[in-house]
């Protein structure tokens, strides 16, 4: 574990990393398209690039059941070209106003995932400040949809560089529920459900006492770079191996999801 300033040139290596044919970038967005697997009919909200090349890439392989939008207000059957509208290379299938994915959201039939300007190790997500609530050094965007998300439906995380300053012991405010606040919730956070967060470096998850860990680190990263970027002490011993993306999966990516290379702006090759 480190100071929050800590990154090292492991973490540099890794996000520029390429293994075998795969880059750094696809194999987070297959990560980020495993999410769904499971998921059956769900609205997938997905923030960020790398998981909304995710979410589509899903659509088009393991979760054919997911319900995509364009951002606004169009349910897409087949997703366009990251950078398109629906419209112009997408195929339309329905209109979800904006009024609408309220209910949808109360009823549990959405998933997200998110961004995290600080993680700790229960999971509790902060993007709203840094520094004290009364007085921030920093004001963020809010807790927009956060803690609707959290008490509703699956909500996973994306973080682009994993490092201490975003994973923390404590957060300065908390925006989603982790899993210590949520287990002291009683029945009105009975549909809390956090995933995975999905980083540049690994895939964490929870153990069964809700604390964060590492599920697999991405091939090419050297484990002891998560340690380093981490903010509170994980353990690496047991670690799998973050699957590759296969061939199909690397077309869909390049050729028809982002054949413009705007992965490379969140995790650089």
């Not at 965007?141 to 923390?168: E, Q």
Request: one cysteine or more; a negative charge; aromatic letters at 4%.
């Amino acid at each position: 574990m480190t100071t929050d300033t800590a990154t090292t040139s492991e973490t540099t290596a890794a996000a520029g990393a390429t293994t075998g044919d795969a880059t750094i970038a696809e194999i987070c967005i297959a990560a980020c398209a495993d999410t769904y697997r499971d998921s059956g009919e769900v609205l997938a909200h997905a923030v960020g690039v790398v998981p909304t090349i995710g979410a589509r890439l899903a659509k088009l392989t393991t979760a054919p059941d997911i319900v995509l939008t364009d951002g606004e207000a169009f349910l897409m059957s087949t997703p366009p070209p990251l950078g398109r509208s629906a419209a112009a290379g997408g195929t339309i299938e329905g209109w979800a106003p904006f009024r609408r994915i309220f209910d949808i959201l109360a009823s549990g039939r959405r998933q997200s995932m998110m961004g995290a300007s600080q993680i700790d190790r229960h999971g509790n997500q902060n993007i709203s400040l840094i520094g004290d609530w009364a007085k921030p050094k920093r004001q963020l965007i809010g807790v927009r949809g956060a803690p609707g998300n959290t008490v509703n439906h699956r909500v996973d995380y994306w973080v682009s560089r994993h490092s201490a300053r975003i994973f923390v012991e404590s957060v300065d405010m908390v925006s989603g529920v982790g899993n210590d606040r949520a287990r002291a919730g009683g029945r009105a956070m009975r549909f809390h459900h956090l995933g995975v967060i999905v980083t540049n470096l690994a895939v964490l998850g929870y153990d069964d006492e809700g604390r964060v860990t590492v599920r697999s680190i991405h091939p090419g990263v050297d484990p002891q770079a998560v340690v380093d970027n981490t903010g509170f002490a994980i353990d690496v011993t047991d670690a799998a191996t973050t699957r590759v993306p296969d061939a199909e999966e690397l077309r869909l990516i390049r050729e028809v999801l982002d054949p413009r290379g705007a992965r490379t702006g969140e995790v650089a090759d």
